[in-house]
């Protein structure tokens, strides 16, 4: 879990890092332009929003649970913070409250999945569902825009500050905060806890349920912080939006080394989990592989991340 | 039969074993005792393959053999029951028995089902236990489930059968029939490597005798030849005194007491009292409702009826936080998966139930909790190579006095032990002793369960005696024997005169 572990060797812990150094050198051997600042730029930007949603899902897969429904969490918070914002609301006050709509519907989740029992693979499949038929309810299936020229609104995914893309400096603050978290706090100790043994967990007085409602509350949130880094950059909410992007954000989160059943992991492997892809995407592109043929080359490189990843723990 | 030579292995440039020796004769009962940590466990992973060694030589029947994994052990007739279980609790009993080796019809990989259940049964019955051997293992208690291991061991037909604490957590008559199916196999040559930490168990089985302290092979005796305080001496390098250290306390106001608590299928009609500075134990057997008990008073599991009163006021506990909110601590059972976050550091473990002392504002700081752990550890003398170290890799002693450490930094007025000092080595089942002494002293209360009878009469003050869900039987100190116990522990009559 935590570097100093010994149960997750030294190596164990840059593999990743190393394995996005390859795919780099190869992808930059093969179309040098890839090493630009305006295309790593791209990269990053690109990256963002995977990685403010894995960041949660790191969470919430310490906890030993996984979220299906974020993709459509996103569309959902998104759709209606636009449908706010185009109806006249400011602009501000619609965002924080598309904000909280996303730590609600996560909250919503976590209720089912604590209190109700239920498997959290079959409660966010359901959820999943409902979300996105609620999306498509709300859009009647059609994308919203017309959503005035609120600086702030506008800076959030296409700003630069200091010459960076605003989504990507709310990336690194965001991992800054949320590592923070799980290394000095208490709430981070007591999700590694539960995914590690939560019936000790229990019976050392901690609440579970509380802290699996907050997890997936988190990662609502952070959903819903993505969801507006995207309409923003789209400058409109589309109903389809966010579809299968909670498979991304769980390959984020293996690639980054974090066992799926909980307990061990880092939100730096995440991150790093998340670049992965993004570069990936990228790259593939850059170096003309057909889009059909690049999904193929994405899923043959997670599954031999996480073969070797498995190799390695045996 | 077997004969280990100058074997020495360390973890991470920790030596664990330095150049021990090992020798199994063909037909013996072989006993292998050491402290907590001393190495045990390890060598006999050594042995069957599980832990490559650094350096030594192992012969089995005078041909030096390097076993790679533990089914090549398995192949030369070893076969191993570990200090931790290997149940899969959802297959049921027979599957369990014939995991890795079932009998199909010809090689069509169908199970014959009914054919092994009928074998299982009569393995089983033959080691005293009666049971569906089509319900899954979960439903077996930990004793059983040891005792399914057991056969499983016997049934592979193996010549030398290395028994890791077997009995820790078996009743008293398990005990009896396992100690008479190991004496039988013995009349058929089978050669036994036995590793317990209790004394009576291994004059009256062993025929001889290894210890080890710190991974170092101290000596070999013949268990005709050695006596009770050879052995001590020789396992801790020093006298060691009074197996019960003696108590100073006073007996204070009530601090517990509970009223025909029930809860259905596991206990009824529970009425007793708690008193400051008294250690109040409840013995029985194996699936008494003890751990049940235990359970509900720590919010746990669910109360169907009855009242509970702490400090004279009634109190509903309804969860383990809300009890260790009021002062209760909980020292579980079965550490493994009730009492450890095996993946986390013992400094972990330990801050698991101590974040308020800690922490501040929901931040941990790593003073506070490298301060609680040294102390913790100071205190109880749990042997680690330090806070990193992940409990996964403590011995099982040691992670039993993780989990009592847990509950020490709350400082609580009650305490609830389960089976405290199971598996641990003599000189730390003092240490324990003497803690809970030092509690009592400082007026905490004690609810001890446990089903060591000795443990019982040498520290209770009082004991309740459970069977089947309930008291039947309240014994003050001066009428503690281990007949009486056992006699009301098996459902013996319950007499009129007794529950005055
Ligand atoms: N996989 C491992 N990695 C690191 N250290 C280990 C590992 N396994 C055992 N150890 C260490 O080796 C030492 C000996 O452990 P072992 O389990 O053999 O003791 P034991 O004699 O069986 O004790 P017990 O009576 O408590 O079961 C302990 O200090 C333990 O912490
Ligand atoms: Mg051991």
Same mark, same amino acid.
């Given at each position: 879990?935590?570097?100093?572990?010994?149960?997750?060797?030294?190596?164990?812990?840059?593999?990743?890092?190393?394995?996005?150094?390859?795919?780099?050198?190869?992808?930059?051997?093969?179309?040098?332009?890839?090493?630009?600042?305006?295309?790593?730029?791209?990269?990053?930007?690109? #990256?963002?929003?995977?990685?403010?949603?894995?960041?949660?899902?790191?969470?919430?897969?310490?906890?030993?649970?996984?979220?299906?429904?974020?993709?459509?969490?996103?569309?959902?918070?998104?759709? #209606?913070?636009?449908?706010?914002?185009?109806?006249?609301?400011?602009?501000?006050?619609?965002?924080?409250?598309?904000?909280?709509?996303?730590?609600?519907?996560?909250?919503?989740?976590?209720?089912?999945?604590?209190?109700?029992?239920?498997?959290?693979?079959?409660?966010?499949?359901?959820?999943?569902?409902?979300?996105?038929?609620?999306?498509?309810?709300?859009?009647?299936?059609?994308?919203?825009?017309?959503?005035?020229?609120?600086?702030?609104?506008?800076?959030?995914?296409?700003?630069?500050?200091?010459?960076?893309?605003?989504? #990507? #400096?709310?990336?690194?603050?965001?991992?800054?905060?949320?590592?923070?978290? &799980?290394?000095?706090?208490?709430?981070?100790?007591?999700?590694?806890?539960?995914?590690?043994?939560?019936?000790?967990?229990?019976?050392?007085?901690?609440?579970?349920?509380?802290?699996?409602?907050?997890?997936?509350?988190?990662?609502? &949130?952070?959903?819903?912080?993505?969801?507006?880094?995207?309409?923003?950059?789209?400058?409109?909410?589309?109903?389809?939006?966010?579809?299968?992007?909670?498979?991304?954000?769980?390959?984020?989160?293996?690639?980054?080394?974090?066992?799926?059943?909980?307990?061990?992991?880092?939100?730096?492997?995440?991150?790093?989990?998340?670049?992965?892809?993004?570069?990936?995407?990228?790259?593939?592109?850059?170096?003309?592989?057909?889009?059909?043929?690049?999904?193929?080359?994405?899923?043959?490189?997670?599954?031999?991340?996480?073969?070797?990843?498995?190799?390695?723990?045996? | 039969?077997?004969?280990?030579?100058?074997?020495?292995?360390?973890?991470?440039?920790?030596?664990?074993?330095? !150049?021990?020796?090992?020798?199994?004769?063909?037909?013996?009962?072989?006993?292998?005792?050491?402290?907590?940590?001393?190495?045990?466990?390890?060598?006999?992973?050594?042995?069957?393959?599980?832990?490559?060694?650094?350096?030594?030589?192992?012969?089995?029947?005078?041909?030096?053999?390097?076993?790679?994994?533990?089914?090549?052990?398995?192949?030369?007739?070893?076969?191993?029951?570990?200090?931790?279980?290997?149940?899969?609790?959802?297959?049921?009993?027979?599957?369990?028995?014939?995991?890795?080796?079932?009998?199909?019809?010809?090689?069509?990989?169908?199970?014959?089902?009914?054919?092994?259940?009928?074998?299982?049964?009569?393995? %089983?019955?033959?080691?005293?236990?009666?049971?569906?051997?089509?319900?899954? $293992?979960?439903?077996?208690?930990?004793?059983?489930?040891?005792?399914?291991?057991?056969?499983?061991?016997?049934?592979?037909?193996?010549?030398?059968?290395?028994?890791?604490?077997?009995?820790?957590?078996?009743?008293?008559?398990?005990?009896?029939? %396992?100690?008479?199916?190991?004496?039988?196999?013995?009349?058929?040559?089978?050669?036994?490597?036995?590793?317990?930490?209790?004394?009576?168990?291994?004059?009256?089985?062993?025929?001889?005798?290894?210890?080890?302290?710190?991974?170092?092979?101290?000596?070999?005796?013949?268990?005709?030849?050695?006596?009770?305080?050879?052995?001590?001496?020789?396992?801790?390098?020093?006298?060691? /005194?009074?197996?019960?250290?003696?108590?100073?306390?006073?007996?204070?106001?009530?601090?517990?007491?509970?009223?025909?608590?029930?809860?259905?299928?596991?206990?009824?009609?529970?009425?007793?009292?708690?008193? =400051?500075?008294?250690?109040?134990?409840?013995?029985? @057997?194996?699936?008494?409702? =003890?751990?049940?008990?235990?359970?509900?008073?720590? /919010?746990?599991?669910?109360?169907?009826?009855?009242?509970?009163?702490?400090?004279?006021?009634?109190?509903?506990?309804?969860?383990?936080?809300?009890?260790?909110?009021?002062?209760?601590?909980?020292?579980?059972?079965?550490?493994?998966?009730?009492?450890?976050?095996?993946?986390?550091?013992?400094?972990?473990?330990?801050?698991?139930?101590?974040?308020?002392?800690?922490?501040?504002?929901?931040?941990? !700081?790593?003073?506070?909790?490298?301060?609680?752990?040294?102390?913790?550890?100071? =205190?109880? /003398?749990?042997?680690?190579?330090?806070?990193?170290?992940?409990?996964?890799?403590?011995?099982?002693?040691?992670?039993?006095?993780?989990?009592?450490?847990?509950?020490?930094?709350?400082?609580?007025? @009650?305490?609830?032990?389960?089976?405290?000092?199971?598996?641990?080595?003599?000189?730390?089942?003092?240490?324990?002793?003497?803690?809970?002494?030092?509690?009592?002293?400082?007026?905490?209360?004690?609810?001890?369960?446990? !089903?060591?009878?000795?443990?019982?009469?040498?520290? $209770?003050?009082?004991? %309740?005696?459970?069977?089947?869900?309930?008291?039947?039987?309240?014994?003050?100190?001066?009428?503690?024997?281990?007949?009486?116990?056992?006699?009301? $522990?098996? /459902?013996?009559?319950? @007499? $009129?005169?007794?529950?005055?």
């Amino acid at each position: 879990m935590q570097l100093k572990n010994n149960n997750q060797s030294l190596l164990q812990k840059i593999a990743p890092f190393i394995g996005l150094i390859l795919i780099i050198v190869i992808i930059t051997i093969l179309n040098p332009g890839f090493l630009s600042v305006s295309n790593l730029m791209n990269v990053l930007r690109q #990256v963002s929003i995977n990685a403010l949603i894995a960041f949660g899902m790191t969470f919430v897969i310490l906890t030993g649970g996984i979220d299906l429904s974020v993709g459509a969490t996103l569309a959902l918070t998104g759709a #209606v913070t636009a449908g706010m914002m185009a109806s006249g609301i400011d602009p501000i006050f619609a965002m924080l409250l598309g904000l909280l709509l996303g730590a609600i519907l996560g909250a919503i989740n976590g209720i089912i999945i604590a209190k109700g029992k239920v498997a959290p693979f079959i409660a966010t499949l359901a959820t999943m569902t409902i979300y996105r038929g609620l999306t498509l309810v709300y859009t009647d299936g059609r994308p919203i825009s017309g959503l005035g020229d609120s600086l702030t609104f506008q800076m959030l995914g296409k700003g630069y500050f200091l010459g960076i893309p605003i989504p #990507v #400096v709310t990336m690194i603050a965001s991992f800054g905060i949320l590592y923070f978290i &799980l290394k000095k706090t208490t709430f981070g100790r007591r999700v590694y806890a539960i995914g590690g043994n939560e019936e000790a967990s229990i019976l050392s007085g901690i609440n579970a349920d509380r802290i699996k409602i907050y997890v997936y509350s988190l990662l609502g &949130l952070l959903a819903a912080l993505a969801s507006l880094i995207l309409t923003s950059r789209l400058n409109s909410a589309q109903p389809t939006a966010g579809e299968m992007f909670e498979l991304d954000a769980i390959a984020a989160v293996v690639l980054g080394g974090t066992s799926l059943t909980g307990g061990r992991g880092w939100i730096v492997g995440t991150l790093i989990g998340a670049l992965i892809i993004g570069v990936l995407n990228n790259g593939l592109n850059l170096i003309g592989v057909p889009s059909f043929f690049q999904q193929v080359v994405k899923g043959a490189v997670i599954l031999l991340a996480v073969l070797l990843d498995r190799k390695k723990t045996t | 039969m077997i004969k280990m030579t100058d074997i020495s292995k360390s973890f991470s440039g920790n030596k664990v074993l330095k !150049s021990v020796h090992f020798n199994l004769e063909k037909g013996e009962i072989h006993a292998l005792m050491g402290e907590n940590g001393a190495g045990k466990s390890t060598l006999m992973k050594v042995m069957s393959g599980i832990y490559t060694r650094d350096s030594g030589t192992i012969e089995v029947k005078g041909q030096k053999v390097d076993f790679t994994s533990p089914k090549q052990a398995e192949e030369a007739g070893i076969a191993v029951i570990h200090q931790e279980l290997n149940i899969l609790p959802h297959l049921s009993i027979a599957d369990n028995l014939f995991l890795g080796r079932e009998e199909t019809i010809g090689r069509t990989g169908i199970l014959k089902t009914k054919q092994m259940e009928k074998k299982t049964r009569q393995i %089983l019955l033959d080691l005293g236990l009666d049971v569906n051997p089509s319900e899954p $293992a979960s439903t077996l208690s930990v004793g059983k489930q040891q005792i399914v291991e057991i056969a499983k061991a016997i049934s592979v037909d193996a010549e030398v059968i290395i028994m890791d604490e077997p009995t820790a957590a078996l009743t008293d008559r398990e005990i009896d029939s %396992l100690f008479k199916t190991i004496r039988e196999l013995q009349k058929r040559g089978v050669s036994f490597i036995y590793i317990s930490h209790r004394m009576e168990e291994i004059f009256s089985l062993c025929d001889r005798i290894t210890i080890l302290r710190d991974g170092e092979f101290v000596g070999e005796r013949k268990i005709s030849e050695t006596s009770f305080d050879e052995i001590v001496q020789m396992m801790v390098g020093r006298e060691l /005194g009074d197996r019960f250290p003696e108590r100073k306390s006073t007996i204070g106001e009530i601090k517990l007491a509970v009223k025909g608590l029930n809860r259905k299928d596991c206990f009824e009609d529970i009425s007793f009292e708690l008193r =400051r500075g008294e250690v109040l134990s409840i013995a029985g @057997l194996m699936g008494a409702g =003890r751990t049940e008990v235990a359970q509900s008073l720590f /919010g746990y599991k669910k109360l169907d009826g009855g009242t509970i009163e702490f400090d004279g006021k009634q109190v509903k506990i309804d969860t383990p936080r809300k009890a260790k909110e009021m002062g209760i601590g909980y020292v579980t059972e079965d550490r493994k998966s009730e009492g450890l976050v095996v993946d986390f550091t013992v400094e972990e473990n330990v801050s698991m139930t101590n974040f308020a002392a800690i922490s501040k504002n929901g931040l941990i !700081s790593k003073d506070k909790e490298r301060k609680l752990y040294d102390n913790m550890v100071k =205190r109880l /003398g749990i042997r680690t190579s330090g806070p990193d170290q992940t409990a996964k890799s403590l011995s099982g002693g040691n992670q039993q006095k993780v989990v009592i450490a847990k509950w020490l930094g709350i400082e609580p007025e @009650l305490l609830i032990l389960d089976e405290p000092t199971r598996g641990v080595d003599v000189g730390a089942k003092k240490e324990i002793y003497s803690i809970i002494n030092e509690l009592a002293e400082r007026g905490v209360a004690i609810l001890m369960i446990s !089903s060591e009878l000795p443990e019982v009469i040498g520290m $209770a003050d009082r004991v %309740l005696v459970m069977h089947e869900g309930k008291i039947t039987a309240e014994l003050p100190k001066e009428e503690m024997t281990q007949e009486r116990i056992m006699h009301f $522990a098996t /459902g013996g009559g319950k @007499l $009129a005169v007794e529950k005055q």
